[in-house]
């Protein structure tokens, strides 16, 4: 019997890891507690990983007790989820939603080994624009979660193409098996299209430049198909902003054209159109629900959406302003920072 030979961990330079994939201590973070620790203790959000925000205003308003019956319309990383389910102390189950097919394993596993079996946690692989079809094999629920934001763990990953801080190609997609990617967007659409799509989901004040200079460059054979050459691409298109306020003018604008695209490619608000169209009907009368925006235009529609269903009967009670995050978590969790959050209670 040939012997297996045993791999050695491939070493990187310095004294601590640069790329995302050299990250083994904090991709592993169940082992490597003290690390973890450390970089969160730092503002940072470990590699591969996710840190949960506002879980504690989540749980105080949904208020969950033993025997109820939850969804979780975002898994992402499981953090929430795990803590609602420490909550039903056994009784009860929460059904996880997602449709990244990459990250969700991951979770379930993680929840699966942490002792949450299938009588206590069920998990979807669906976009939660559909939870009526959840609903109509799980029956409805007493309480709802939607976590509207992007998991750091794929933000972090450079082959999923979410940030324009590290290079990789430009995708953008939850779920990368389906759709379009951005690249493959960007070249399907008009500059005048794309001007329209950075003022509508970002409301980016250089629109018209950096369209300009993205087609300009398109059409002379430069392809837009990595993270760093749309970064690029917005840095030039910027040269007439001050010197000393270009830096900071080029990381908001990347930042907001990159939320556009993301936005576009995932059709996020006709989703969350959707969810909140259904959400009533797949609720328990008294059930709560909660809801974290993370830009402008998500949270425009939640509340319009909340106050129109509250005059209509629909729901009882809403939030009469958004809840946000403590200076103590912004602290430790910068990407905490743009998180509101509003709640409403079923009639």
Same mark, same amino acid.
């Given at each position: 019997?040939? =012997?297996?030979?045993?791999?050695?961990?491939v070493?990187?330079s310095g004294?601590?890891p640069?790329?995302?994939?050299?990250?083994? /201590?904090?991709?592993?973070?169940?082992?490597?507690?003290?690390?973890i @620790?450390h970089?969160?203790?730092?503002?940072?959000?470990?590699?591969?990983?996710?840190?949960?925000?506002?879980?504690q205003?989540?749980? &105080?308003?949904?208020?969950?007790?033993?025997?109820?019956?939850?969804?979780?319309?975002?898994l992402?990383?499981?953090?929430?989820?795990?803590?609602m389910?420490?909550?039903?102390?056994?009784? %009860?189950?929460?059904?996880?939603?997602?449709?990244d097919?990459?990250?969700? =394993?991951k979770?379930?596993?993680?929840?699966?080994?942490?002792g949450?079996?299938?009588?206590?946690?069920?998990f979807?692989?669906?976009?939660?624009?559909?939870i009526?079809?959840?609903?109509?094999e799980?029956g409805?629920?007493?309480?709802?979660?939607?976590?509207?934001?992007?998991?750091?763990?794929?933000?972090?990953n450079p082959? !999923?193409?979410?940030?324009?801080?590290? &290079? %990789?190609?430009l &995708?953008?997609?939850?779920?990368? *098996?389906?759709?379009?990617?951005? #690249?493959?967007r960007?070249?399907d659409i008009?500059?005048e $299209?794309?001007?329209?799509?950075?003022? $509508?989901?970002?409301?980016?004040?250089?629109?018209? $430049?950096? @369209?300009?200079k993205?087609?300009?460059?398109?059409?002379?054979?430069?392809?837009?198909?990595t993270?760093?050459a749309?970064r690029?691409?917005?840095?030039?298109?910027?040269? /007439?902003?001050?010197?000393?306020?270009?830096?900071q *003018?080029?990381?908001?604008?990347?930042?907001?054209?990159?939320? #556009?695209l993301?936005?576009?490619v995932?059709? =996020?608000?006709?989703?969350?159109?959707?969810?909140?169209? /259904?959400?009533?009907t797949?609720l328990?009368?008294?059930a !709560?629900?909660?809801?974290l925006?993370f830009?402008?235009g998500?949270?425009?529609?939640v509340k319009k959406?909340?106050? =129109?269903?509250? !005059?209509?009967?629909?729901?009882?009670?809403?939030s009469s &302003?958004?809840?946000?995050?403590?200076?103590?978590?912004? !602290?430790?969790?910068?990407?905490s920072?743009s998180?509101?959050?509003?709640?409403?209670?079923k009639?």
């Open positions: 019997m040939e =012997e297996k030979q045993h791999k050695r961990r070493r990187y004294k601590y640069k790329k995302f994939e050299e990250k083994y /201590k904090e991709h592993n973070p169940e082992k490597y507690k003290d690390t @620790a970089v969160i203790s730092k503002g940072s959000t470990p590699a591969g990983m996710h840190i949960s925000i506002m879980v205003e989540i749980l &105080d308003f949904l208020q969950i007790k033993p025997g109820q019956k939850g969804l979780d319309c975002t992402g990383y499981g953090g929430h989820t795990r803590k389910l420490e909550q039903l102390q056994g009784q %009860g189950c929460i059904y996880g939603l997602d449709v097919p990459i990250e969700s =394993e979770t379930v596993k993680r929840l699966r080994d942490a949450f079996d299938e009588d206590n946690f069920q979807r692989l669906i976009n939660f624009a559909n009526d079809k959840v609903a109509e799980a409805k629920f007493d309480f709802v979660l939607a976590d509207l934001g992007v998991s750091s763990m794929q933000i972090d082959e !999923r193409g979410f940030s324009y801080k590290i &290079d %990789g190609p &995708d953008l997609r939850l779920d990368p *098996a389906h759709g379009q990617s951005a #690249a493959e960007l070249h008009t500059q $299209e794309f001007v329209g799509m950075m003022v $509508e989901n970002s409301d980016e004040p250089y629109a018209e $430049e950096i @369209a300009q993205v087609f300009s460059l398109m059409s002379k054979g430069n392809p837009m198909d993270t760093t749309l690029e691409a917005i840095a030039e298109a910027l040269w /007439k902003v001050p010197k000393d306020e270009k830096d *003018a080029i990381k908001k604008s990347c930042a907001r054209v990159f939320q #556009a993301r936005i576009d995932n059709s =996020e608000f006709e989703v969350l159109y959707s969810f909140l169209e /259904k959400l009533p797949i328990n009368p008294g !709560r629900v909660a809801i925006t830009h402008s998500e949270d425009r529609l959406s909340f106050k =129109e269903l509250a !005059r209509a009967g629909v729901y009882s009670e809403v &302003d958004v809840i946000r995050p403590s200076a103590e978590e912004c !602290r430790l969790n910068p990407r920072k998180t509101k959050m509003r709640w409403a209670v009639m």
